[in-house]
């Protein structure tokens, strides 16, 4: 028999109590013994002849752990439906002392409710919809990054300056200690790509063929390695080689390596034109996104559930560790801190309460149509969309992603009807962060 005296322990979490009979737990594990003694088989016995209090004392307590576990969480489950709460996570179940009630086990479960989601007045809000048109400008300088991407490098008997690809030596320490890849020989790197720090880079251009050089580095704060973020590293650098890009000229030939079939270059440019207004397009609609977000999250009240706020810790815990082994970093050695992901993670746990209580309050549900278009429009960054569709379609995974953008695209277009719209003209570089 229940004790259903419900307890608020704080916002979100709550506690009851349960009781359990002796005797109904007694019976079932006497009942799950005998069911497993008919299969049941140990050295001396026939299968199915083993003898029942055998059975009993080798398997006896875990049985008694499986009923008790069984009869807890359906005890749990019949309290919630009559309590009419929806619960976040697992529940927590603590044995009580007796109260004099031999017959009775008696446990209190503590577990955490979906919070109340109150949205917020959208009145007296203003998003900024970012306006502009592919000048031919856009198209010149997109032209340019195409070639230096195509780049070939050519050894070259000079000093290293930004642009040059240059293979290098180098040796790292902290008051003169050695930390995990902390040198390599013969690593090539672009001056001015940002892949290695700025201030490394700028310490080795200039430098000439074959000259040494000792200088400091400062490592960000929130540099992904503990062992060096935030601290001075003091590197050896020799420089080995030089080399010059060169790019391809902008010619038929160009025009063909970028898909034009007959070279026409005017065709190229039309072609480079319209993936450069499908581009701008979706930052547009990026944009716009991000505000709206925002803007939700700044205008509801929403309580953060523990359990969700926990799952999602680990979740971006895991992809940050998984980022860096790509990058060839040794992860078992390091200990992302959970504080690093905790306001992010908050973040993302209160938006996808919001936006579920939009949905389910405006019905705001995608239509198969909409996550069809979004399929679409995504495959044809692709040579062969139609191949891409229909690997979409044959996965689970990847139509849920769609339809988690559809139904994001639905509470923008909701929200954006409440709120005020106002133009803003904007640059090519100031859109896409290019500075």
């Not at 446990?107 to 989601?117: A, G, I, L, Q, R």
């Not at 397009?281 to 509801?300: D, H």
């Amino acid at each position: 028999m229940m004790q259903l005296n419900l307890e608020t322990i704080s916002p979100l979490e709550r506690r009851f109590n349960i009781s359990v009979s002796q005797e109904t737990v007694k019976i079932e594990v006497e009942n799950r013994l005998k069911k497993f003694a008919r299969t049941a088989k140990a050295k001396g016995f026939r299968s199915g002849k083993v003898p029942l209090n055998f059975i009993t004392k080798q398997h006896g307590l875990q049985v008694h752990q499986e009923v008790m576990n069984d009869v807890l969480r359906k005890s749990f489950g019949e309290a919630i439906l009559e309590l009419k709460l929806r619960v976040v996570g697992h529940p927590y179940f603590e044995a009580k002392e007796s109260t004099g009630d031999a017959s009775q086990f008696e446990f209190s479960v503590t577990f955490e409710t979906y919070p109340d989601v109150i949205l917020g007045d959208l009145s007296a809000v203003s998003i900024e919809q970012p306006v502009m048109q592919i000048s031919p400008i856009d198209v010149e300088r997109t032209i340019n990054i195409l070639r230096k991407q195509r780049a070939q490098y050519e050894t070259a008997e000079k000093s290293a300056a930004e642009g040059d690809e240059v293979s290098i030596n180098y040796h790292g320490t902290i008051n003169g200690e050695e930390f995990d890849g902390c040198k390599a020989d013969n690593s090539l790197i672009i001056l001015g790509d940002g892949r290695f720090l700025v201030d490394f880079e700028k310490s080795v251009i200039g430098m000439n063929i074959g000259e040494d050089k000792i200088f400091e580095t400062t490592f960000p704060a929130d540099y992904p390695s503990q062992t060096i973020a935030g601290r001075v590293v003091t590197f050896k650098v020799k420089l080995n080689e030089v080399r010059v890009p060169k790019f391809p000229v902008l010619d038929s030939e160009f025009a063909k390596l970028l898909g034009v079939i007959d070279g026409d270059l005017e065709k190229m440019r039309d072609a480079v034109k319209v993936n450069l207004e499908r581009e701008v397009s979706r930052r547009v609609k990026s944009k716009i996104k991000e505000q709206v977000m925002q803007v939700l999250l700044n205008t509801s009240t929403v309580d953060t559930p523990k359990a969700l706020l926990t799952l999602e810790i680990e979740r971006l815990t895991q992809i940050a560790h998984s980022d860096l082994k790509k990058r060839g970093t040794k992860v078992k050695d390091i200990s992302l801190p959970k504080d690093l992901f905790q306001e992010r993670a908050q973040h993302r746990v209160n938006l996808g309460l919001i936006l579920s209580e939009l949905v389910k309050t405006y019905n705001l549900n995608a239509t198969s149509e909409q996550v069809r278009e979004i399929v679409k429009d995504f495959a044809q960054n692709y040579e062969k969309p139609d191949e891409v569709v229909k690997l979409y379609y044959s996965s689970q995974d990847r139509l849920n992603e769609a339809e988690s953008t559809a139904l994001e695209n639905n509470v923008v277009a909701w929200v954006l009807t409440k709120v005020a719209v106002v133009n803003k003209v904007v640059t090519y570089e100031e859109l896409m962060g290019i500075y």
